[in-house]
């Protein structure tokens, strides 16, 4: 076992992909980076992210470790790729675990239908995708514009005001992170401005980022797995990555306001402003829980009804029957959120809320939560890579329980700034080089092309592969993209 | 005066000028940047804003989510900062008497326009400014900040 330094602290490795930051100064736990040390020398390279794990490990509250997956990289308060649980009486919930974007998050459909059966359609296919799903910056108008009467219901039922409206079936709910819905959602806690920036977003896919993705199932590494998910060899499937939009970008806003003056009036002293944080019994923090929680519905609602979207488009422009199309929802995760959920702390079972930050909530077989239909097999875990390679469906294990509050890695995170890639992007036919790559693109703007190409990207590889040998989430498939559409 | 700067996964402008008027008007006019580059913006509608925050990073913050919110929800994009004024209220003996906090204060003038998504090219979406590392100092008689940008 290797020992690594960071700012005079020593970083040790505890196991093949686990490295401990020792409890020093005002930690109340010790740090536990989930890495190669390959990744994780790089990962000191970056300096700001351990200090992150570090602060992280100060807030009130805190149980066993600050948690990072191997996707580690700086956020806001929190690094991205971080994961923290609080005790419910003692702790503090803080919107700097949580993020911008709340319930950001994946969601997987699969088809009848094998890559041979679209490849010469490719074009037409990504074009409809193109025209039924809004996509870009302010991105509206995939419904008419609903009234705050009407968001307030999103806000409160989450997917299941999808669904009420035509929006897919109940079945999808099932197969959707906490059926799509929490149930703490207090709409009375957001804001009159953040329910306006929502008033026209349910079924947009925004900008940066997020994707809607036509795939192809590439490789299999546990059948048994891929059958339960209904997955199997050159199948079709649609991946969509995004979250809850405008509405809870102000959301994270307004709170980060009112927790910063909490911050100060229950005495928490923290050394960075964006973890600003409240104990979450009190009126602040149970406030921030509320408007979180329906914020997260907000973006199960929109990922609901963009799927459906994609399904209608995908009947249109193959003009096949359901029946033959054959598209079900595999499973709907979040990947930024904090939740009340039960785990072991210290011997015992007791609720926390479990704070995840670019991370993937992984419960294993044999979970309550897990639906009944993958009970046997554990929750499956989405993690997207870029628009080039590879995505993965992978499956949670019991580890995860005892390790990690059941989490696990969800993305590749970038290696190049938006501007070094729209450099390099330059006089460079960049359709043409994906289309090479087996990829149609179809995006709003070349700029976006330029600034989500594959080099821009980590290989999201690494990171799957890391939390696989580390038994936290086995992998199962693997996804290669053959159109995409972006904002 | 402004400078975009550009992080791994984020973009930010760094921002000094010599005083706190200027380096507010600076700061708009750089988030102006990040989002439409040049693209041309004329002045058709004034509009004013007042804004109060306990203090100076959390008004600066408040002033560009603004311009932000004007963009996105009722998509008006900003043309330029006309009058700007920055007060700390620190009245001791009227704060007192109210059992307030000293809090600065925002009023600005600016004009704009509706936008044109022919004439305007956005070209990325903020999700909002953050307080990462945000700090307004006076060094040397000039202020500085570095803002970050969530897109």
């Not at chain 2, 700090?135 to 008689?141: A, G, P, Q, S, V």
Request: with cysteine; hydrophobic share 40%; net charge neutral.
């Amino acid at each position: 076992m290797v020992t690594l330094t960071y700012q005079n602290v020593n970083i040790n490795q505890i196991e093949e992909f686990v490295w401990e930051v020792p409890r020093h100064g005002n930690m109340s736990v010790p740090g536990r980076i989930y890495a190669s040390r390959k990744m994780m020398e790089s990962i000191i390279g970056e300096e700001e992210s351990i200090k992150q794990v570090i602060n992280v490990a100060m807030l009130p509250g805190i149980q066993k470790y600050s948690l990072a997956m191997p996707d580690i990289h700086w956020g806001y308060g929190f690094p991205i790729g971080g994961v923290a649980a609080t005790d419910l009486e003692e702790g503090v919930i803080s919107p700097g675990g949580v993020g911008y974007d709340i319930n950001c998050g994946v969601r997987l459909a699969r088809t009848n239908l094998k890559q041979k059966e679209v490849t010469n359609r490719m074009q037409e296919i990504v074009k409809s995708l193109f025209a039924h799903v809004p996509t870009g910056v302010g991105s509206s108008g995939a419904l008419k514009k609903l009234n705050k009467d009407e968001i307030r219901n999103v806000l409160k039922i989450g997917a299941n005001w999808a669904v009420k409206n035509g929006f897919g079936v109940s079945v999808d709910l099932d197969h959707t992170e906490e059926k799509g819905c929490l149930k703490n959602a207090n709409p009375d806690s957001v804001s009159n401005r953040a329910i306006e920036r929502g008033q026209n977003q349910v079924g947009t896919l925004g900008s940066g980022n997020h994707f809607l993705e036509v795939q192809v199932v590439d490789e299999i590494y546990d059948e048994k797995a891929a059958s339960a998910f209904g997955l199997f060899p050159t199948q079709v499937v649609i991946m969509i990555h995004c979250g809850s939009r405008g509405l809870g970008h102000q959301v994270c806003d307004d709170y980060l306001r009112v927790l910063s003056n909490a911050t100060s009036k229950y005495q928490i002293h923290l050394p960075d402003r964006q973890l600003a944080c409240a104990p979450i019994q009190s009126t602040e923090g149970s406030d921030y829980l509320g408007a979180m929680s329906a914020a997260a519905n907000f973006a199960w609602a929109n990922r609901q009804v963009i799927m459906e979207l994609a399904k209608r488009s995908l009947l249109k422009s193959l003009s096949i029957s359901e029946r033959e199309l054959g598209f079900s929802l595999v499973y709907d995760v979040c990947h930024n959120i904090a939740k009340i959920e039960e785990h072991r702390t210290n011997g015992t079972t007791k609720k926390v809320c479990v704070h995840r930050k670019g991370a993937t909530r992984a419960f294993p077989a044999g979970h309550p939560l897990t639906p009944d239909s993958y009970r046997h097999i554990g929750q499956p875990v989405l993690v997207p890579g870029d628009m080039g390679r590879y995505s993965f469906v992978a499956v949670g294990c019991q580890k995860a329980m005892e390790d990690t509050f059941g989490s696990t890695c969800h993305g590749a995170g970038r290696q190049q700034s938006r501007r070094k890639a729209l450099k390099a992007g330059k006089g460079r036919d960049l359709i043409a080089e994906m289309e090479k790559l087996g990829v149609v693109v179809h995006a709003r703007g070349m700029r976006t092309v330029a600034e989500e190409m594959p080099e821009a990207y980590k290989d999201v590889s690494m990171v799957v592969e890391a939390m696989h040998k580390s038994g936290i989430s086995k992998k199962v498939a693997k996804l290669r993209p053959i159109g995409v559409i972006k904002g | 005066m402004f400078k975009i700067i550009s992080h791994t996964a984020d973009v930010g402008i760094e921002v000094s000028d010599d005083s706190l008027e200027h380096l507010f008007t600076e700061a708009a006019r750089g988030w102006k940047h990040t989002v439409i580059e040049d693209s041309p913006t004329e002045a058709i509608e004034e509009r004013k804003i007042q804004l109060i925050a306990p203090d100076l990073e959390d008004l600066m913050v408040q002033w560009l989510n603004e311009l932000n919110f004007y963009l996105t929800v009722q998509e008006w994009i900003l043309h330029d900062v006309i009058q700007c004024q920055i007060k700390l209220d620190d009245s001791a003996r009227r704060l007192k008497a109210l059992d307030r906090k000293p809090e600065w204060r925002g009023d600005f003038l600016i004009n704009g326009e509706p936008l044109d998504h022919e004439k305007h090219e956005i070209c990325i979406e903020i999700k909002s400014v953050t307080y990462h590392q945000l700090e307004i100092k006076k060094e040397n008689n000039e202020y500085k900040t570095r803002i970050i940008f969530d897109i």
